[in-house]
């Protein structure tokens, strides 16, 4: 099973176009959780309380199976199923893509909505930086100082990140490891250390 997916660098905002009198504000954001999406919603519409429409989809996980797409008051299917789409069509996950419009005075049909959103999505794609990223695994490790090296250069030969470094009487250390990587990893620290090695959830 691969453990390897692609998804945006960094958020992309603020990206505008007008059609017919209408401004659709388009955003991408990457995201990892559902408690993501939330946040990211309940910010924009606190920074854009008066606007007619938040639409938005987005993909999650590494097959992207957990997904939605929301017309927000739209008709149905003309603005969040089209944004779905161009995340499809990108390959990508671990994304949301939210449209903000404000009615101009014209209405666009259903064809003339389906075609603005998907605009929309495809323009905020455009700027953003497609990235390859893995599943990783967080590893609580907790160490005598003199083993900081060991440990600092077995991160290094498996292309892990050290998150978070905490001293104390004892080092601990939070790392993320590529999931396919992370028994080989753990393996590196036997008996010998006497490391007390946690995984954690998934990074």
Known sequence: ????????????????????GSKFINFAYPIETEEDIKIYLEQLREIYPDANHHCYAYALGIDGKNHRANDDGEPSGSAGLPIYNQILSSEITNILIVSVRYFGGTKLGIPGLVKAYKYGAQLVLEEAKIIEKFVSKRVRMIFNYDQQG???????????????????DKCMFTISVRES???????MFDEYYQMEIKIMDKC
Do not use: A, S
């Open 181 to 187: 990587k992370l028994e080989e990893f753990i393996h």
């Open 150 to 168: 060991i440990v600092e250069r077995n991160v290094d030969r498996m292309n892990g990140e050290i998150k978070d470094k905490h001293f104390t």
């Open 1 to 20: 099973m691969t453990d390897n997916y692609r998804t945006i660098e960094k958020p992309v905002e603020d990206v505008i176009f007008k059609e017919l």
